[in-house]
């Protein structure tokens, strides 16, 4: 039985004038057709912008067809009699949790949608601890929304939606701010709600690995579905899925890759498991070597400090039930031009240690350095430091507020007291490393989600810093999306020599970009070495809620085999060289 049924559906958004006459009309999505079983985990993929949120809107009835039919258990989104009947059987989780956290505690926040369906105290006790426990949030259940990170709303958002019990959950990008190992309790959670206990799951993600565990997978471009099979046939077509902007799990890009170079492997493998079976069965010509290292051409930093924190720790709600210890001793010193990326788990104080690089906050205890001056001393200029020191928040978008793109990214150099020549020029000069000078004119709020962020990076290197932190830049961007801003990050920092502090969850882009790691554990510094030492450190890694890259998995994987390709393999590229050298025996 289909629990949701999509016939020729279209949709378009419409801008109405002040005497409610249609002034735009733009379409959507067009003529989908879709039905969905009960008890199915569906993924959908899609560029940004592509449609998927809208189709996803329409599962709830949160938006109805401009022409075509939706149904839901049966009954017809349009029939607005109906519309709560509907609401109880499809849950919705949004990609900013910011939209759907209405309580004040995060229990209550929980209960909030069992008691308006008229549960049992009882009951709704029951099911929000458990909904919190599903989702590792319960010792946080007396704690204030807002005191919490970014995943950590998610993971409330999850378990209000999920103390509902509703017959199907919809879920929109659930796991774009959350770090590794919130990612595999989510998807964990998901799984058990879908096998467990008949859930239908359907989930929008950018997160190709996240994909490949459904049992069925959507892609769709441009309004419509252009793709739609299980995740092993889907992934095997990998030219189509780049060609509108997507991406394959690394084991299958590494086998695409391999048979390009003449390997007889299948191209349908989607998990490290199968990978490494299948690769253990070539013929390969050396079962073990010594680990190959090869000679990387790493841009030396200059070794004068540009960045230094001494023992600091910071506190929030300090003499409060609340109080809580975000950074904690921290002791570190950054070099100018080198390109650091900053991981940990959520809440492990990454965001809470940069906001002290340019003194938005001040250390509860310890002293922070920029350019061997105490930010916090009476002789410095507080305002001179956050103009050497650039910040972009993790919802850059946010950042935006003039009529135009250009108007914005001029509001820094402005502030500096730059002449009208010099703004310009400036303006120009940001605009063209980020790609966007056709978008001067436009306002920022007219621009896809990627675009935004472009505006937003552009904005702060107008200014011109010594420094530049990043706070999850990529989060939430399709596959082609985040290589755009990241690659544009890579050449401004090799074009400018300038220091980058980048904070991912995403260990594939820290390893692509940075020469050096830090990682954040419970408020403390964990390690701080060259990227490859620290990715070195799986189990260790893995022991504080963080991961490696997947293709780093399958070599452990391949070396419990016999096959050894070493133990610096962070890269599909370098896989890919170096089973081939097997293959052909170097």
Known sequence: MDIISVENLSFDYVTRDENGEVTERVSVLKNIDL??????????????????????????????????????????????????????????????????????????????????????????????????????????????????????????????????????????????????????????????????????????????????????????????????????????????????????????????????????????????????????????????????????????????????LENVTYKYSIGTPFEKTAVDNVTLSIAKGEFVGIIGHTGSGKSTLIQHLNGLIK?????????????????????????????????????????????????????????????SKTVERAAESMGITHLLEKSPFELSGGQQRRVALAGVLAMDPEVLILDEPAAGLDPKGRDRILGLIKQYHEQSGKTILLVSHSMEDIVKLASKVLVMNKGKLFCYDETDKVFEQTSELAAIGLDVPQITRLSHKLLEKGIDIGNDVYTVKRAAERIQRLVAGE
């Open 363 to 423: 250390p509860t205890e310890g002293t922070v350095f920029i350019d061997g001056a105490d930010i916090h001393s009476k002789d410095v200029n507080l305002r001179d430091i956050r103009f050497k020191v650039g910040l972009v928040f993790q919802y850059s978008e946010h950042q935006l507020f003039e009529d135009t793109v250009a108007k914005d990214i001029a509001y820094g150099p402005k502030n500096m007291g730059l002449s009208e020549e010099e703004i």
């Open 35 to 308: 039905n969905i079983p009960e008890g199915q985990f569906l993924a959908v993929l899609g560029h940004n912008g592509c449609g998927k949120s809208t189709l996803a809107k329409h599962f709830n009835a949160i938006l109805t067809p401009t022409e075509g039919k939706v149904t839901v258990c049966g009954i017809d989104t349009a029939d607005e009699d109906r519309i709560y009947d509907i609401r109880q059987s499809v849950g919705m989780v949004f990609q900013n949790p910011d939209n759907q956290i209405v309580a004040t505690i995060v229990e209550e926040d929980v209960a909030f949608a069992p008691e308006n369906l008229g549960i049992e105290p009882k009951e709704i006790r029951r099911r929000v601890d458990d909904a919190l426990k599903q989702v590792d949030m319960y010792d946080f259940r007396e704690h204030a929304p807002h005191q919490l990170s970014g995943g950590q709303k998610q993971r409330v958002a999850i378990a209000g939606i999920i103390a509902m019990q509703p017959r199907c959950i919809v879920m929109d990008e659930p796991t774009a701010m959350l770090d590794p190992k919130g990612r595999r309790e989510v998807m964990k959670t998901i799984k058990q709600l879908n096998h467990e206990h008949g859930i239908t799951v359907i989930l929008i993600t950018h997160y190709m690995d996240e994909a490949a565990q459904a049992d069925r997978v959507v892609v769709m471009d441009e309004g419509r579905i252009i793709m739609d099979d299980v995740p092993r046939k889907i992934f095997a077509q990998a030219k189509k899925l780049r060609s509108v902007g997507l991406d394959v799990p690394q084991v299958t890009e590494l086998c695409c890759m391999l048979r390009a170079k003449g390997v007889n492997i299948s191209n349908e493998i989607i998990f490290e498991d199968e990978c490494a079976e299948a690769i253990a069965a070539l013929p390969l010509k050396k079962r073990k070597t010594e680990a190959f290292r090869e000679e990387t051409a790493v841009r030396e930093a200059e070794q004068n400090e540009i960045a230094r």
